[in-house]
Nanobody, 122 residues
Framework: QLVESGGGLVQAGGSLRISCAAS????????MSWFRQAPGKEREFVAT????????DYADSVKGRFTISRENAYNTIYLQLNSLKPEDTAVYYC?????????????????WGQGTLVTVSS
């Protein structure tokens, strides 16, 4: 089970850190990713990190502003969101894929969390 937390309301230009904790399984052999879905839009890729942390990828829209990280010892991944914009408003989902290779495709993920809402006011 994946459980996200840390979402909330923040002003444009502000920062937020959201977390995803796993229970019932270890994340150490999973590629972990963050996706987001804004109202009326499709779910889109945000960031991904391989199990060792050696391979990280970001969507162009968040590159330089967001940082993904993981702590395998605590079965937790994080997404640091800086310089937030109103267009970052969305439900953020973490996802796990049992693989050594990362992918930006939502359909390739094996497990999903329930999501945490991030709202950025202008």
């Amino acid at each position: 089970q994946l459980v996200e937390s840390g979402g909330g309301l923040v002003q444009a230009g502000g920062s937020l850190r959201i977390s995803c904790a796993a229970s019932g399984r270890t994340l150490s052999m999973y590629v972990m990713s963050w996706f987001r879905q804004a109202p009326g839009k499709e779910r889109e890729f945000v960031a991904t990190i391989t199990w060792s942390g050696g391979n990280i990828d970001y969507a162009d829209s968040v590159k330089g502003r967001f940082t993904i990280s993981r702590e395998n010892a605590y079965n937790t991944i994080y997404l640091q969101l800086n310089s937030l914009k109103p267009e970052d408003t969305a439900v953020y989902y973490c996802a796990a894929r049992r693989s050594f290779s990362a992918t930006r495709v939502a359909a390739d993920q094996d497990y999903w969390g329930q999501g945490t809402l991030v709202t950025v006011s202008s």
